[in-house]
């Protein structure tokens, strides 16, 4: 994605792009490393489990922390999905969950998100894994590991059943049955017509919501199987979704404190749950004992920011988030990336834009002390740059990405 692209993108809101969140961070190295070390490496190693909470105000950067860590966790091949959620997508229903999970499903290098796009990127995998340049021989090579999930212990044994059986039609070309496998491993398991010819019962209601807490685990346990390093798993604009009548919060809240409780308790999924709430939402959670004990800190004088990667609350008011230091590290950064693909281009030196942007950091930080004063300086930066860009970039010509600088 051009940088441009991702500026304009990021002007509107001030929120980061769906990708190349990495690109563009400022203080979350050091964090992202430890989580990196701690759980995506030594943790799914071992097939282990976690739960982390990011928390922070509207306009804090949890959205662009979640992405960045779901950017690194595909770089170093974990399977990932980030799921928006709303009003609309009822967290009290486990089977609702479960196919946005689905719908967001990416494992590195895939195209395009959601089930079958996944599905197809496992058999390319396995192809590429096996080394055999001999088509007929690597379809053999498919076959026999796709058998080999006989021998593995599912959550659920539906969900072994069908997802051996639609890999296998990929491989036989069997358009149907694997159209039908993909509709089934998306959640759609009450359908009489898909069910049968997969050989398996539907999921009658009464049983929707076990069941859809079963396949999230074995969608987990899945990506391990194909050895995939394990699943990252975001739930962002949480706050949206806590935004119901009083007599639901109780169920909504007991339900998230048992999606982490099966998760955790499961063998060999390797998945991490990363939750983005507000602290209206955690404060709301400490009424209820399960989630308080969850939320608890195992050393209050050394929380996550202070270099304890076991804290289970990434507290981003920990950082100085609206400090001037910050807002200018922020505005320097967005220039020097700018000026690195398009430097070359333009004719204003980049040190007297850099002394601007100190300017600009001063008048946000003089405005209010406030963490959304992170976001104010991304869109500012965003907007004299994109105006130096259109003032003095030739449009008709293509960029030479470089170092190079007026």
Known sequence: MDIVDIFEEMITTGQPPNDNCSLLGVGYDEALKRLEKVYLYRGFERGKSAEKFIIGPYGSGKTHFLRQLLERGRQIDCVTAEVPLSRDVDISKPLLVYKEVAREIRAPGQQGKGLKNFL??????????????????????????????????????????????????????????????????????????????????????????????????????????????????????????????????????????????????????????????????VQGMQAYPALQQRLAEPDPENRFFDGNSYSPRIELDQIKLDSLEFLEQISEHLINLFYTEYGNKLTQFKEDILVDSRDWAEEISARSPSISNRREIVKLTCSKLLQLYGGNFDLSSSPNPGDAEV
């Not at 009464?206 to 199987?225: H, P, V």
């Not at 639901?248 to 990363?274: C, H, T």
């Open 120 to 281: 197809r990127n496992i058999c390319q995998k396995l192809r590429a894994e096996s080394e055999i340049e001999d088509p007929n021989l690597a379809d053999d090579y498919l076959q026999s590991r796709i058998d080999a999930f006989d021998d593995i212990h599912f959550e659920d044994e539906q969900f072994r059943k069908v997802a051996a059986r639609t890999l296998k039609a990929d491989l036989r070309d069997e358009y149907e049955i694997y159209e039908n496998g993909c509709r089934w491993l998306s959640g759609e398991v009450n359908e009489k017509l898909v069910a049968k010819s997969l050989g398996v019962g539907r999921i009658p209601v009464s049983e929707q919501d076990s069941y859809g807490r079963r396949a999230l685990l074995c969608l987990c346990q899945f990506a391990k199987t194909i050895n995939y390093r394990g699943t990252i798993i975001g739930f962002d604009e949480a706050e949206q979704a806590i935004n119901v009548p009083r007599k639901k919060v109780q169920r909504i809240l007991s339900m998230a404190r048992a999606e982490i409780d099966s998760i955790s308790r499961v063998k060999n999924a390797a998945v991490m749950i990363v939750y983005a709430f507000t602290p209206d939402v």
